[in-house]
Structures are given as structure tokens and as C-alpha cells.
């Protein structure tokens, strides 16, 4: 398996493109510039994406694959947490596979002066939640799926979400297809 480090790459198989790797700078453009170099692929096959280091990588390259109408798959020996959760949110059919798992914890940062800020200790109407759930919104999540993500686990850790929690939460979306 590749190293959790190891930037995104993509392989395309027909309408399909497998992502594996870690979401980094470089991730939108390499998510928009498979759209255009493969305009006949519709799902991105999440097959193992951990997360990032930087939360806007992942929801931009997650805005790029929505504007674009593409899919999101998590085959059976998947699995995304963290920022590639964010990025599989953005499908317009998501389907995860029996055996595929969706982490999700908290988010941590640092303010200017090294002070760590993290997400589930904030009060829920600080300006810093605004990120996150306006992009749920916009991905037609519910909101109430970002507060059960940064309560399930802390930045340290990661709680993979079972099948009644990817229902409940509207992260599955075969009604769609």
C-alpha cells in the first residue's frame, strides 16, 4: 500500500479514475486537470485517501469535483478519513462499498502565535466552524454531520464511521445515481 504521505495520483480505468495518495497543494489542479485530460471519466474511486495537512486543499479539490458533477466510490478495501472524507462528500452519488471505511475527528490548527485551536473545543458559534459547514452545505450535507465528525474522535485519532452512521448522516447517496 502507498505511504500515507505519498502525494495524490490518479489511475483511469474507463469512466473511472482510482485517487490514492495524500490531498496536498497540488491536489485541485490535479483533480481539474483529469477532467479535462479524461472528459468520459464520472467517478473518482477514493481507494485510499487519508487526509491532509491543509483543510482548504481538500475542500477545493471536493468543490472541483462537484462543479464538475462527478461521483465519489469507496470500493471494499478503501478507505478515507480526515480531509478525504471532506473530498468523497463532494460526489454527487457517493457509494461506499461493504468493507470501504469513512473516518472522520476533529480539526486542529495554530494561530499566529503557535496556540493550537481545535475544532471540537470551540464554541459552536465561532466564526472558525464557518469553513466546514458552509461547505457541507454545500454538498448538501446536513449540518448536523460536521458536530458529530468533531465530537466522534480528536485531531489525533480517527473514529471510522459504521454503516447506520454513513445513513443517518447522509453521506450515502444511491438515490441519486
Known amino acids: 500500500p502507498p505511504e500515507a504521505r505519498d502525494p495524490v495520483s490518479f489511475t483511469v480505468e474507463g469512466t473511472r479514475a482510482i485517487m490514492i495518495g495524500s490531498l496536498d497543494e497540488t491536489t485541485p489542479n490535479l483533480v481539474a486537470n483529469l477532467i479535462v485530460d479524461h472528459p468520459l471519466v464520472d467517478t473518482i474511486v477514493m481507494q485510499f485517501v487519508p487526509g491532509t495537512t491543509n483543510s482548504a486543499v481538500s475542500l477545493n479539490a471536493g468543490r472541483v469535483i462537484r462543479s464538475a458533477g462527478l461521483n465519489t466510490a469507496i470500493p471494499a478495501d478503501g478507505a478515507v478519513a480526515s480531509g478525504g472524507t471532506d473530498v468523497f462528500l463532494a460526489g ?3 457509494e461506499v462499498e461493504p468493507g470501504g471505511m469513512v473516518g472522520v475527528h476533529t480539526w486542529q490548527t495554530t494561530d499566529g502565535e503557535g496556540n493550537v485551536i481545535v475544532g471540537s473545543e470551540l464554541p459552536t458559534a465561532d466564526p472558525r466552524h464557518l469553513i466546514f459547514r458552509n461547505y457541507y452545505g454545500e ?3 446536513p449540518e448536523v454531520f460536521y458536530w458529530f465528525s468533531i465530537q466522534a474522535a480528536p485531531a489525533d485519532d480517527i473514529h ?6 454513513l445513513s443517518d448522516f447522509g453521506v450515502l ?3 441519486s445515481r
Open 92 to 94: 454527487i452519488f457517493r
Open 173 to 175: 447517496r444511491p438515490e
Open 160 to 165: 471510522w464511521m459504521t454503516r447506520q452512521e
Open 139 to 141: 454538498m448538501a450535507i
